[in-house]
Protein backbone atom coordinates (compact mmCIF):
# COMPACT_ATOMS: atom_id res chain seq x y z
CA UNK A 1 0.00 0.00 0.00
CA UNK A 2 2.72 2.57 0.97
CA UNK A 3 5.13 1.68 -2.25
CA UNK A 4 1.42 2.28 -4.29
CA UNK A 5 0.90 5.70 -2.76
CA UNK A 6 4.70 6.44 -3.66
CA UNK A 7 4.50 5.45 -7.12
CA UNK A 8 1.03 7.40 -7.39
CA UNK A 9 3.07 10.70 -5.98
CA UNK A 10 5.96 10.26 -8.32
CA UNK A 11 3.56 10.04 -11.19
CA UNK A 12 1.64 13.41 -10.16
CA UNK A 13 4.91 15.26 -9.28
CA UNK A 14 5.97 14.54 -13.10
CA UNK A 15 2.56 15.27 -14.08
CA UNK A 16 3.29 18.84 -12.65
CA UNK A 17 6.68 19.41 -14.09
CA UNK A 18 5.62 19.04 -17.27
CA UNK A 19 2.60 21.53 -17.25
CA UNK A 20 4.13 25.49 -17.95
CA UNK A 21 6.93 23.57 -19.85
CA UNK A 22 6.09 24.09 -23.10
CA UNK A 23 7.12 26.21 -26.23
CA UNK A 24 7.78 29.23 -26.08
CA UNK A 25 5.07 31.83 -28.16
CA UNK A 26 5.78 32.14 -31.85
CA UNK A 27 6.89 36.20 -31.39
CA UNK A 28 8.94 35.16 -28.22
CA UNK A 29 11.58 36.90 -30.67
CA UNK A 30 11.98 40.71 -31.92
CA UNK A 31 13.11 39.14 -34.78
CA UNK A 32 9.59 37.21 -35.29
CA UNK A 33 7.45 39.80 -34.26
CA UNK A 34 4.00 39.25 -34.83
CA UNK A 35 2.80 41.17 -38.23
CA UNK A 36 -0.65 43.13 -36.80
CA UNK A 37 -3.06 46.16 -38.01
CA UNK A 38 -5.67 47.42 -35.70
CA UNK A 39 -6.71 44.45 -33.15
CA UNK A 40 -9.71 44.00 -31.22
CA UNK A 41 -9.26 41.91 -27.74
CA UNK A 42 -6.35 39.67 -29.21
CA UNK A 43 -5.77 37.24 -26.82
CA UNK A 44 -1.44 36.43 -25.44
CA UNK A 45 0.29 34.39 -23.04
CA UNK A 46 3.90 35.09 -22.18
CA UNK A 47 4.23 31.96 -19.66
CA UNK A 48 6.21 30.32 -21.75
CA UNK A 49 8.36 33.50 -23.03
CA UNK A 50 11.89 34.47 -22.37
CA UNK A 51 13.40 37.80 -22.06
CA UNK A 52 15.41 39.83 -25.27
CA UNK A 53 14.36 43.37 -24.65
CA UNK A 54 16.67 46.22 -23.44
CA UNK A 55 15.06 46.07 -20.50
CA UNK A 56 14.15 49.86 -19.76
CA UNK A 57 10.23 49.49 -19.58
CA UNK A 58 10.34 46.03 -18.60
CA UNK A 59 12.52 43.01 -17.18
CA UNK A 60 9.61 40.06 -17.26
CA UNK A 61 9.12 37.72 -20.23
CA UNK A 62 7.88 39.64 -23.37
CA UNK A 63 6.96 38.95 -27.05
CA UNK A 64 6.94 41.29 -29.82
CA UNK A 65 4.14 42.75 -32.31
CA UNK A 66 5.03 44.64 -35.77
CA UNK A 67 2.47 47.10 -36.11
CA UNK A 68 1.40 49.06 -39.35
CA UNK A 69 -0.15 51.91 -38.70
CA UNK A 70 -3.69 51.89 -41.27
CA UNK A 71 -3.90 55.48 -40.83
CA UNK A 72 -2.05 58.87 -39.95
CA UNK A 73 -3.36 60.47 -36.65
CA UNK A 74 -2.62 58.55 -33.11
CA UNK A 75 -2.64 54.96 -32.69
CA UNK A 76 -3.89 53.60 -29.24
CA UNK A 77 -2.42 50.46 -27.53
CA UNK A 78 -4.19 48.71 -24.71
CA UNK A 79 -3.52 45.96 -22.60
CA UNK A 80 -6.05 46.58 -20.04
CA UNK A 81 -8.22 43.45 -18.77
CA UNK A 82 -4.62 41.67 -18.80
CA UNK A 83 -4.24 39.09 -15.95
CA UNK A 84 -1.07 40.19 -14.86
CA UNK A 85 1.21 43.21 -14.18
CA UNK A 86 2.48 44.30 -17.89
CA UNK A 87 5.43 46.54 -19.17
CA UNK A 88 4.20 47.95 -22.72
CA UNK A 89 6.69 49.67 -24.88
CA UNK A 90 6.74 51.06 -28.67
CA UNK A 91 9.46 51.62 -30.88
CA UNK A 92 10.17 53.39 -34.47
CA UNK A 93 10.87 50.50 -37.19
CA UNK A 94 10.16 46.96 -36.78
CA UNK A 95 13.75 46.86 -38.22
CA UNK A 96 15.79 48.56 -35.55
CA UNK A 97 17.59 47.17 -32.25
CA UNK A 98 14.86 48.36 -29.51
CA UNK A 99 16.93 50.85 -27.62
CA UNK A 100 16.24 53.95 -25.14
CA UNK A 101 16.97 55.64 -28.62
CA UNK A 102 14.20 54.67 -30.62
CA UNK A 103 11.78 54.40 -27.74
CA UNK A 104 8.29 56.66 -28.70
CA UNK A 105 6.32 55.19 -25.92
CA UNK A 106 6.71 52.79 -22.31
CA UNK A 107 4.39 52.21 -19.84
CA UNK A 108 3.46 50.33 -16.74
CA UNK A 109 0.35 51.46 -14.50
CA UNK A 110 -2.33 52.84 -16.65
CA UNK A 111 -5.33 50.94 -15.86
CA UNK A 112 -7.15 47.81 -13.60
CA UNK A 113 -4.29 45.99 -12.07
CA UNK A 114 -1.27 47.32 -12.88
CA UNK A 115 -2.02 47.35 -16.93
CA UNK A 116 -0.60 49.22 -19.50
CA UNK A 117 -1.73 51.43 -22.27
CA UNK A 118 -0.20 54.04 -24.79
CA UNK A 119 -1.14 56.47 -27.12
CA UNK A 120 1.52 57.76 -29.92
CA UNK A 121 1.92 59.65 -33.69
CA UNK A 122 1.69 57.34 -36.78
CA UNK A 123 1.79 57.69 -40.10
CA UNK A 124 0.00 55.97 -42.54
CA UNK A 125 1.99 52.61 -43.66
CA UNK A 126 5.76 53.36 -41.07
CA UNK A 127 5.96 50.25 -39.49
CA UNK A 128 6.31 50.28 -34.82
CA UNK A 129 7.75 47.52 -32.62
CA UNK A 130 5.62 46.72 -30.12
CA UNK A 131 6.78 45.11 -26.59
CA UNK A 132 4.66 43.49 -24.53
CA UNK A 133 5.77 41.80 -21.38
CA UNK A 134 5.55 41.28 -17.67
CA UNK A 135 6.82 44.64 -15.20
CA UNK A 136 9.04 42.24 -13.87
CA UNK A 137 10.21 38.83 -13.70
CA UNK A 138 6.84 37.78 -11.56
CA UNK A 139 4.82 39.22 -14.34
CA UNK A 140 3.51 37.01 -16.66
CA UNK A 141 0.42 34.88 -18.27
CA UNK A 142 -2.75 35.72 -20.31
CA UNK A 143 -3.41 39.34 -21.39
CA UNK A 144 -5.40 40.79 -24.29
CA UNK A 145 -3.82 43.37 -26.87
CA UNK A 146 -6.21 45.87 -28.21
CA UNK A 147 -4.70 48.03 -30.93
CA UNK A 148 -6.90 51.06 -32.71
CA UNK A 149 -6.13 54.41 -34.92
CA UNK A 150 -7.38 57.72 -34.61
CA UNK A 151 -7.15 59.79 -38.08
CA UNK A 152 -8.23 63.07 -36.00
CA UNK A 153 -6.67 63.63 -32.82
CA UNK A 154 -6.78 66.58 -30.62
CA UNK A 155 -4.14 69.17 -31.01
CA UNK A 156 -1.31 69.38 -28.78
CA UNK A 157 1.50 70.97 -27.79
CA UNK A 158 4.70 70.59 -30.29
CA UNK A 159 6.73 69.34 -27.39
CA UNK A 160 4.39 67.07 -26.44
CA UNK A 161 6.59 64.08 -26.94
CA UNK A 162 10.10 63.53 -25.21
CA UNK A 163 11.57 63.32 -28.62
CA UNK A 164 10.76 66.67 -29.71
CA UNK A 165 11.46 68.52 -26.89
CA UNK A 166 11.45 72.02 -26.82
CA UNK A 167 15.17 73.67 -27.37
CA UNK A 168 15.23 76.48 -24.55
CA UNK A 169 18.48 77.66 -23.23
CA UNK A 170 17.79 80.67 -19.89
CA UNK A 171 14.40 81.77 -19.72
CA UNK A 172 12.52 83.79 -17.89
CA UNK A 173 8.42 83.00 -16.87
CA UNK A 174 7.99 81.62 -20.17
CA UNK A 175 4.42 80.27 -21.03
CA UNK A 176 2.93 76.78 -21.24
CA UNK A 177 0.40 74.60 -21.39
CA UNK A 178 -0.40 70.65 -20.84
CA UNK A 179 -4.33 70.75 -20.57
CA UNK A 180 -3.90 68.68 -24.35
CA UNK A 181 -1.10 67.08 -23.84
CA UNK A 182 -0.29 63.25 -23.68
CA UNK A 183 1.62 61.39 -21.31
CA UNK A 184 4.97 59.45 -22.55
CA UNK A 185 8.14 58.81 -20.39
CA UNK A 186 7.94 56.17 -17.89
CA UNK A 187 4.84 57.54 -16.73
CA UNK A 188 6.84 56.02 -13.15
CA UNK A 189 5.95 59.56 -11.11
CA UNK A 190 4.71 61.82 -13.71
CA UNK A 191 1.13 59.67 -14.79
CA UNK A 192 -0.78 62.79 -16.25
CA UNK A 193 0.01 65.19 -19.19
CA UNK A 194 3.31 65.86 -19.68
CA UNK A 195 5.66 68.39 -21.85
CA UNK A 196 9.24 68.21 -22.38
CA UNK A 197 12.00 70.70 -23.17
CA UNK A 198 15.64 70.28 -24.01
CA UNK A 199 18.07 72.66 -22.14
CA UNK A 200 21.30 73.42 -23.19
CA UNK A 201 23.30 74.91 -20.02
CA UNK A 202 25.05 78.40 -21.18
CA UNK A 203 27.71 77.78 -17.52
CA UNK A 204 29.44 75.41 -15.51
CA UNK A 205 27.74 75.18 -12.01
CA UNK A 206 24.17 75.63 -10.40
CA UNK A 207 21.22 76.02 -12.85
CA UNK A 208 17.94 76.58 -11.14
CA UNK A 209 14.73 75.18 -13.34
CA UNK A 210 11.56 76.65 -12.13
CA UNK A 211 7.52 75.99 -12.26
CA UNK A 212 6.92 78.67 -9.18
CA UNK A 213 3.88 80.82 -10.51
CA UNK A 214 2.29 78.04 -12.73
CA UNK A 215 -1.53 77.65 -12.10
CA UNK A 216 -1.73 73.94 -11.53
CA UNK A 217 -0.02 71.44 -8.94
CA UNK A 218 2.83 70.68 -10.94
CA UNK A 219 5.52 67.76 -11.06
CA UNK A 220 8.61 68.26 -12.64
CA UNK A 221 12.08 65.55 -13.99
CA UNK A 222 15.27 66.56 -15.25
CA UNK A 223 17.61 64.33 -17.04
CA UNK A 224 21.24 64.02 -18.45
CA UNK A 225 20.55 64.10 -21.98
CA UNK A 226 17.87 64.55 -24.60
CA UNK A 227 18.81 62.23 -27.35
CA UNK A 228 17.55 59.15 -25.11
CA UNK A 229 15.13 57.70 -23.72
CA UNK A 230 14.42 59.12 -20.07
CA UNK A 231 15.48 56.42 -17.55
CA UNK A 232 17.87 55.90 -15.32
CA UNK A 233 19.70 58.90 -16.75
CA UNK A 234 16.95 60.99 -14.44
CA UNK A 235 19.44 63.92 -12.13
CA UNK A 236 16.65 64.66 -9.94
CA UNK A 237 12.67 65.32 -9.57
CA UNK A 238 10.25 67.63 -7.50
CA UNK A 239 6.44 67.89 -6.36
CA UNK A 240 6.13 70.55 -4.15
CA UNK A 241 8.68 73.48 -3.34
CA UNK A 242 6.77 76.58 -3.80
CA UNK A 243 3.39 75.85 -2.62
CA UNK A 244 2.48 73.12 -5.42
CA UNK A 245 4.66 74.02 -7.85
CA UNK A 246 8.04 72.39 -8.32
CA UNK A 247 11.71 73.87 -8.87
CA UNK A 248 14.68 72.09 -9.40
CA UNK A 249 18.18 73.32 -8.80
CA UNK A 250 21.43 70.84 -10.52
CA UNK A 251 25.04 71.34 -11.23
CA UNK A 252 25.45 71.77 -14.85
CA UNK A 253 28.38 71.63 -17.54
CA UNK A 254 28.74 74.32 -20.07
CA UNK A 255 27.43 73.15 -23.48
CA UNK A 256 25.78 69.98 -22.01
CA UNK A 257 21.85 69.31 -22.38
CA UNK A 258 19.27 68.34 -20.35
CA UNK A 259 15.86 66.91 -20.93
CA UNK A 260 13.01 68.78 -18.61
CA UNK A 261 9.66 66.53 -18.08
CA UNK A 262 6.77 69.12 -17.42
CA UNK A 263 3.76 67.78 -16.10
CA UNK A 264 1.00 67.42 -13.17
CA UNK A 265 0.48 65.69 -9.65
CA UNK A 266 -2.45 62.80 -10.44
CA UNK A 267 -3.99 63.83 -13.28
CA UNK A 268 -3.61 67.23 -13.16
CA UNK A 269 -2.55 69.78 -16.41
CA UNK A 270 -3.14 73.66 -16.86
CA UNK A 271 -0.85 76.66 -17.81
CA UNK A 272 2.28 77.30 -16.26
CA UNK A 273 5.39 79.61 -16.25
CA UNK A 274 8.98 78.18 -16.89
CA UNK A 275 12.06 79.82 -15.76
CA UNK A 276 15.71 79.10 -15.97
CA UNK A 277 18.86 80.35 -15.38
CA UNK A 278 21.77 80.10 -13.05
CA UNK A 279 22.15 80.06 -9.33
CA UNK A 280 19.50 79.12 -6.90
CA UNK A 281 16.65 81.68 -7.66
CA UNK A 282 14.23 82.80 -6.94
CA UNK A 283 13.48 84.30 -10.52
CA UNK A 284 11.80 87.73 -10.77
CA UNK A 285 7.85 87.54 -11.28
CA UNK A 286 6.15 88.26 -14.67
CA UNK A 287 6.08 91.55 -15.80
CA UNK A 288 2.50 93.51 -14.29
CA UNK A 289 2.23 91.14 -12.11
CA UNK A 290 1.11 92.27 -8.45
CA UNK A 291 4.64 92.05 -7.04
CA UNK A 292 5.08 95.35 -6.44
CA UNK A 293 2.72 98.10 -4.98
CA UNK A 294 2.45 100.50 -8.11
CA UNK A 295 0.63 96.85 -9.93
CA UNK A 296 -1.99 96.32 -6.92
CA UNK A 297 -4.20 93.94 -8.65
CA UNK A 298 -7.88 95.83 -8.29
CA UNK A 299 -10.87 93.16 -6.43
CA UNK A 300 -13.77 92.92 -4.72
CA UNK A 301 -15.22 90.68 -2.15
CA UNK A 302 -13.77 87.24 -2.88
CA UNK A 303 -13.53 83.65 -1.33
CA UNK A 304 -11.08 81.24 -1.67
CA UNK A 305 -8.76 83.13 -4.22
CA UNK A 306 -5.61 81.31 -4.62
CA UNK A 307 -2.25 83.33 -4.52
CA UNK A 308 1.88 82.47 -4.36
CA UNK A 309 4.78 84.94 -2.89
CA UNK A 310 7.24 82.18 -3.47
CA UNK A 311 8.59 84.02 -6.58
CA UNK A 312 8.14 87.64 -5.10
CA UNK A 313 9.86 90.22 -4.39
CA UNK A 314 9.70 92.85 -1.22
CA UNK A 315 8.78 96.31 -1.50
CA UNK A 316 7.10 98.15 1.08
CA UNK A 317 7.69 100.22 4.30
CA UNK A 318 8.80 97.26 5.94
CA UNK A 319 6.72 98.17 9.24
CA UNK A 320 4.46 94.82 9.57
CA UNK A 321 6.56 92.74 7.27
CA UNK A 322 9.80 92.74 5.56
CA UNK A 323 9.10 89.26 3.89
CA UNK A 324 7.92 88.54 -0.15
CA UNK A 325 4.85 90.35 -0.89
CA UNK A 326 1.77 91.05 -2.96
CA UNK A 327 -0.63 93.75 -3.44
CA UNK A 328 -4.53 93.90 -4.13
CA UNK A 329 -6.83 97.07 -4.14
CA UNK A 330 -9.97 96.66 -2.74
CA UNK A 331 -13.01 98.89 -4.01
CA UNK A 332 -15.54 98.27 -0.88
CA UNK A 333 -18.81 97.11 -1.69
CA UNK A 334 -20.89 98.19 1.72
CA UNK A 335 -20.22 100.81 4.16
CA UNK A 336 -19.69 98.65 7.41
CA UNK A 337 -16.86 96.57 8.40
CA UNK A 338 -14.48 94.35 5.82
CA UNK A 339 -12.46 91.31 6.91
CA UNK A 340 -9.48 90.25 4.92
CA UNK A 341 -8.34 86.69 6.21
CA UNK A 342 -5.34 84.48 5.02
CA UNK A 343 -6.66 81.20 7.08
CA UNK A 344 -5.96 78.34 5.07
CA UNK A 345 -2.73 79.59 3.83
CA UNK A 346 0.16 77.04 3.59
CA UNK A 347 2.79 79.52 5.50
CA UNK A 348 3.37 81.70 8.14
CA UNK A 349 2.02 84.93 6.89
CA UNK A 350 1.49 88.52 7.69
CA UNK A 351 -1.08 91.09 6.38
CA UNK A 352 -1.47 95.02 6.36
CA UNK A 353 -4.37 97.12 5.51
Not at 101 to 123: A, H, I, K, W, Y
Not at 262 to 280: A, E, M, N, V
Amino acid sequence: MNSFKLKWVLVLLLGIAQIGNGAPPANDNRQNAKAVGNVTDEVFDTTEATVDGPEICMTGKNIWYCYTAPCTGEATVSLCGSSFDTGLAVYNSCSSTPSSSNMLRCDDNFCGNRQSEVVFPVTAGSKYLIEVGGYNSSGFGTGVLNISCNNSPGIHPSNDDWYNARSVGNVLNREFDTTNATNDGLGDNIEGPNIWYCYTATSTGEVTVSLCGSDFDTKMNIFDGCGIFPDENRIDTNDDFCDRQSQITFNATAGSRYLIEIGGWDDHSGSGLLSIGPGSGPFPPPSGSNDNCQNAKPIGNVSGMAFNTSSATFDGPGHCLTSPNIWYIYTATCTGEATVSLCGSGYDTKLAV
